[in-house]
């Protein structure tokens, strides 16, 4: 049978999301722990995240036998294994053509920025920064909403067939010393938010404008191809077409 898992992971003690040669990324660690409990085919992920990027709830697809009746205990045995770092927060059965990547309708991120003083505590969970102008951060954020070719806000050497996105939503809010930039797309591309959060950190310094902005958002001229820490980007949400 085939199996969804919601799971959330520390980021800052892995090196990227998906399967690398040493082993130490998410989806080989998340491997280790469900072969002592005898499922050996590799989790299937529904997203990938760079070095440094958390997730609240990223999905993965997994094929087992069908003795497995409990999912409260399959849960536990595999957080056994799995813990400190990533912790499955719940299992579902779903069809066998589910696919766990192909049938994501929107996925959403969070960044997390922090006003207070730096604590190398917090360092790779947060990006410290100054007090940012709210009113004008909503409305910088604003303009990436819509159907756009974000082909100048992604990292060089990504090979996806089109780098056209639609941006459902975007938000700004403030929590307590934090402020939390939401985005919610049909997907993204390599390293994007990071790009995008570099771009509107720039134009609230005032070394880039608006117009500047919206250019490299038409894809006409690139005027910030630097990246925001990954330490504050949390995957947030990936939600499936018919709720699967």
């Known amino acids: 049978m085939f199996l969804k898992l919601t799971f959330s992971y520390d980021g800052s003690k892995f090196q990227g999301s998906a399967t690398q040669p040493h082993k130490l990324s998410v989806q080989d660690t998340l491997a280790q722990a469900l072969s002592h409990l005898g499922i050996y085919d590799k989790p299937l992920f529904a997203s990938r995240t760079d070095k440094g990027v958390h997730a609240f709830n990223a999905v993965a697809c ?18 056994h294994f799995a813990h400190p770092f990533i912790h499955i927060k719940r299992i579902q059965k779903v069809q066998e053509n589910f696919q766990v990547r192909f049938d994501v309708q929107k996925r959403a ?87 995008m959060m570099a771009s509107i950190l720039k134009v609230l310094e005032g070394k880039m404008s608006q117009n500047e902005l919206l250019e490299q958002i038409n894809a006409k001229k690139a005027h910030c191809r630097f990246l925001a820490p990954a330490s504050g980007l949390y995957l947030s949400k990936i939600s499936y077409y018919n709720n699967a």
Do not use: C, W
Not at 62 to 79: A, C, S
Not at 121 to 147: D, Q, R, T, W
């Open 62 to 79: 997994i094929k087992t036998g069908e003795y497995f009746k409990d999912f409260v205990y399959l849960k536990n045995k595999i957080n």
């Open 109 to 195: 991120y969070r960044y997390i920025i922090s006003h207070e003083k730096y604590n190398p505590f917090l360092a790779s969970y947060v990006h410290f920064y100054p007090e940012i102008n709210i009113k004008l951060a909503k409305e910088i954020i604003h303009l990436f909403e819509g159907e756009h070719d974000f082909k100048l806000f992604q990292k060089e050497g990504s090979d996806n067939k089109t780098s056209i996105r639609m941006m459902y939503k975007t938000r700004v809010y403030t929590y307590k010393n934090y402020t939390i930039f939401y985005f919610e797309a049909n997907g993204f591309l390599r390293s994007q938010i990071r790009m």
